[in-house]
């Protein structure tokens, strides 16, 4: 059950690291918009929260 927890939560992670990056480029690139900069560093923050909690799921043994 811990693994799959955390493949999912890393599997989250990387989707919304897509998302990210796709918001990013398309502030560089096509219109930049009030919301934007908001937009990537929420879903980059979340993305690597996401993708840290999954690997110490996946890694580390329950402590009980």
Do not use: E, H
Request: glycine share 10%; net charge positive; charged share 15%.
């Amino acid at each position: 059950l811990r693994q799959v927890k955390g493949k999912k939560k890393g599997a989250l992670g990387a989707v919304l690291f897509i998302l990210s990056d796709s918001l990013l480029s398309m502030q560089k690139f096509r219109k930049q918009t009030k919301w934007g900069n908001t937009a990537v560093i929420g879903t980059y923050g979340t993305a690597q929260a996401c993708m840290s909690i999954g690997l110490t799921l996946l890694l580390c043994p329950p402590l009980m």
